[in-house]
């Protein structure tokens, strides 16, 4: 559990509401496999990190955390299907994910693929079902999250990530901001969004976010390195190019320039510090 301010109860029972609603579930047979396989990987011990954010960040603009859930929705089945298609034979090849049996392993790989597919515009669904009503919100969304995962953003960063062995660390820490630090500055920018933040406010949300990323890889970066003792050295791991002291001081120095942007909102970011804190020392 990351911090217990942070109560996750009523997003996961929009998420079962969505998924599994008989609704989503039930409109044929034939597709039935298609919902297990979603479902499998929606619901196998995430950490809920980018929903967190997104439920943090609303704190800031007083906003009901109801108004948040779809969003915080929508990004975690973008972060499903990344992890999904992120395992597939064709890129890492993983047998497992959170101590499972990925996806592909259990449901082949043909499903996999097409329950990552269905993640995708089922994001974009969800964002056109719960703020449409107020197009412009909805509209912006849009564009945020497209513009955060597409071409311009994660999957840049996955197809940099393939193409690039043994790159420095300045080509690392594009690969990092893109491939994760996109996702999560959609995770946080998109509530700004909603809430109706000013262009100010979502340039200190896009900075904050941005370095969030980062410090957030970072953080993975060294958890990686601690589990395999030997992280293999064509992995995309800061640790393989500047050694375990210089990222543990570069994820400081991420986190505390995290801190002092949030600084900006006079004391109305205390969970989204938190999530900076659990970052800076988490186990997992
Ligand atoms: C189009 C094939 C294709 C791929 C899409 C796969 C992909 C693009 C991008 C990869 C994105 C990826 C796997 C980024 C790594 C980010 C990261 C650190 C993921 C782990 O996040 P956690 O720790 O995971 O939040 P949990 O398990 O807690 O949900």
Request: hydrophobic content about 40%; some cysteine; proline content about 2%.
């Amino acid at each position: 559990m990351i911090e217990a301010s942070i109560k996750l109860n009523g997003f996961e029972s929009f998420l079962k509401q969505y998924y599994q609603s008989p609704e989503f579930t039930s409109q044929s047979d034939d597709k039935k496999i298609l919902f297990e396989s979603m479902n499998y990987s929606l619901f196998s011990g995430g950490k809920r990190f980018r929903p967190m954010l997104s439920l943090a960040t609303a704190e800031i603009f007083n906003l009901y955390a109801q108004r948040v859930y779809p969003y915080a929705a929508s990004i975690e089945s973008i972060h499903t299907y990344s992890l999904i298609h992120d395992d597939l034979p064709c890129m890492d090849n993983d047998d497992y994910r959170r101590g499972k049996a990925t996806n592909h392993k259990v449901f082949d790989e043909d499903i996999a693929l097409l329950a990552g597919d269905a993640f995708i515009s089922e994001a974009f669904a969800i964002i056109a079902k719960y703020y449409s009503h107020n197009s412009h919100i909805g509209l912006k969304l849009v564009k945020l999250l497209a513009k955060c995962i597409g071409p311009e953003g994660m999957v840049a960063g996955q197809v940099l990530d393939l193409r690039s062995k043994n790159t420095g660390a300045d080509t690392m820490t594009k690969i990092h901001l893109l491939k994760t630090g996109k996702l999560i500055k959609a995770s946080v920018v998109g509530v700004g969004i909603i809430a109706g933040a000013s262009v100010e406010q979502i340039k200190v949300l896009s900075d904050f976010s941005e370095n969030l990323g980062l410090a957030f890889q970072l953080a993975d970066d060294i958890h990686d390195s601690m589990e395999s003792e030997s992280c293999a050295m064509n992995e995309a791991n800061m640790i393989n190019v500047l050694g375990l002291k210089k990222v543990e001081i570069l994820l400081k120095e991420k986190s505390d320039l995290c801190f002092s942007l949030l600084s900006e909102f006079n004391g109305r970011a205390t969970n989204l510090k938190k999530l900076v804190k659990y970052n800076l020392n988490r186990k997992i």
